[in-house]
């Protein structure tokens, strides 16, 4: 069992910056490929970014590419999501989550995920 546990959400203006974390814990992180979703009020969950267990392979959304960076921190178990140029619809309750990968890749699929956080609240003001 995996446990994923977000923090760093919050409050911020347009343009500005904020990094979000997941730690795990239970299992080993080494072999977890890790994700950030988002959703909105009244939306369906969206995939944000994707991190493949090694590390080697990342994937973005095209409304966030070239603003956000995903990197891991596979001593800390931790997954960042580092967040600039920030605009009013990144307002979102952003989730990590984790799935178990026997190769190395990314994926945008919800259901290839098999873990989930409880969700991080980021609001961006205008």
């Known amino acids: 069992q995996v446990q994923l546990v977000e923090s760093g959400g919050g409050l911020v203006q347009a343009g500005g910056s904020l990094r979000l974390s997941c730690t795990a814990s239970?299992?080993?992180?080494?072999?977890?490929?890790m994700g950030w979703f988002r959703q909105a009020p009244g939306k369906e969950r969206e995939f944000v970014a994707a991190?493949?267990?090694?590390?080697?392979?990342?994937d973005y959304a095209d409304s966030v590419k070239g603003r956000f960076t995903i990197s891991g921190d596979n001593a800390k178990n931790t997954v960042y999501l580092q967040m600039d140029s920030l605009k009013p619809e990144d307002t979102a309750v952003y989730y990590c989550?984790?799935?178990?990968?026997?190769?190395?890749?990314?994926?945008?699929?919800?259901?290839?995920?098999?873990?989930w956080g409880q969700g991080t609240q980021l609001t961006v003001s205008s």
């Open positions: 991190i493949s267990r090694s590390g080697g392979y990342q």
């Open positions: 239970g299992r080993t992180f080494s072999s977890l490929a």
């Open positions: 989550a984790a799935g178990w990968r026997r190769s190395d890749y990314t994926t945008r699929r919800r259901n290839e995920y098999d873990y």
